[in-house]
């Protein structure tokens, strides 16, 4: 165990709808970052928060968004779901000393 | 862009040394990140380099060269359990995000 939580673990849905995915954070880091891994492409970054606040952007469509509450737990909402945003979702937390940061478990997104 | 070049697959055999390069864009570099990452589960961290050199972690050792933008991953007396997906991961300087650009892995493979 990671220390990271994400939920649900696995997510199948049709097309054009919305999720919410979760990340709880290792107890203690104030950051987290959102990743998409598809079959051919490498972990791709998302989006960061830091205590609540959107800190960094990379490619996250408009249909994307996400949020970081006071507990610091974060989730990730897609909607208008599209059959290419079917992908493995990794939520990442760190400390803010730069040493890296530890990966949650993941949520595999299937949609069909 | 800030492109990470690595092999995208390797195959080694049980007991023997392998080498993974990577190579990256040196400009706003601030840390290389090697992570090991198994089929369909989370990214875990490997090691962690900033400064020029030899990292060195049991069966593992890390090496960079900042000037020339390259490091390799060090696998000495492989297992079969080292067959996965290993990642490089750079930090680039920015505002006070502690994002990382991973490239696509290289995917490692151990035969008997």
């Known amino acids: 165990d990671s220390g990271v939580t994400q939920t649900p673990k696995h997510l199948i849905t049709a097309t054009g709808q919305r999720v919410t995915l979760r990340c709880s954070p290792r107890s203690g880091d104030l950051s987290v970052y959102w990743y998409q891994q598809s079959l051919d492409q490498g972990l791709q970054f998302l989006i960061q928060y830091y205590n609540g606040e959107e800190r960094a952007k990379g490619n996250i469509l408009e249909r994307f968004s996400a949020q970081q509450f006071p507990d610091l737990h974060s989730e990730l909402n897609l909607s208008s779901l599209e059959l290419g945003d079917s992908a493995l979702y990794f939520c990442?937390?760190?400390?803010?000393?730069?040493?890296?940061?530890?990966f949650g478990s993941g949520t595999r997104l299937t949609v069909v | 862009g800030q492109n990470i070049d690595q092999p995208t697959e390797m195959t080694a055999t049980e007991g023997a040394i392998v080498q993974i390069n990577c190579t990256y864009q040196?400009?706003?570099?601030?840390?290389l990140f090697w992570y090991q990452q198994h089929a369909g589960e989370a990214p875990t961290f490997l090691s962690y380099?900033?400064?020029?050199g030899l990292e060195e972690k049991g069966r593992f050792s890390s090496f960079l060269s900042r000037s020339k933008g390259y490091s390799y991953l060090l696998l000495k007396e492989l297992q079969m359990k080292d067959s996965a997906s290993y990642l490089c991961a750079v930090r680039y300087s920015g505002a006070g995000s502690y994002q990382l650009t991973f490239g696509k892995g290289t995917k490692l493979s151990v035969i008997p």
């Open positions: 380099n900033v400064l020029d």
């Open positions: 040196t400009s706003g570099f601030n840390g």
């Open positions: 990442a937390s760190s400390s803010g000393t730069g040493r890296g940061y530890t």
